[in-house]
């Protein structure tokens, strides 16, 4: 389970995505909250992070409700858009939220990756 710093529960965690040098670059979450109608999208690995609370680490995601639903979909066979936490201060708030990072599956980094450079 991913959920915000406040507790609301965001989904669950699909996949991670990695570069060419195993490094995680975004997270695929499953956000639909029902098994009839699946919605998953990549947010940027920097929008997630990890804390302890009552002896448990849990993963918390640094973005909001319509962030979240303004997300693209994962779709694993197109270039991966994973979703920035938006910056409140930062004079590029006005840009789109998704943008294009060098990423792969987990399941296929290494196919995927082994023409790369």
């Known amino acids: 389970e991913v959920a915000r710093a406040n ?5 669950r965690v ?20 029902t098994l009839e109608k699946r919605h998953t999208i990549a947010a940027d690995w920097s929008a997630l992070h990890f804390v302890t609370k009552n002896n448990m680490l849990e993963a ?5 409700d319509q962030q979240v639903d303004a997300s693209p979909p994962y779709a694993p066979e197109q270039p991966v858009r994973a979703v920035t936490p938006a910056v409140p201060a930062a004079p590029a708030a006005a840009a ?5 990072a060098p990423a792969t599956s987990a399941t296929a980094s290494a196919a995927a990756t082994h023409g790369a450079k």
């Open 60 to 64: 918390q995601l640094d973005m909001s």
């Open 96 to 100: 789109p939220a998704a943008s294009a």
């Open 7 to 11: 507790g609301a529960k965001v989904g």
């Open 14 to 33: 699909v996949d991670v995505l990695l570069d060419g040098s195993a490094a995680p670059q975004a997270v695929v979450l499953d956000v639909s909250g």
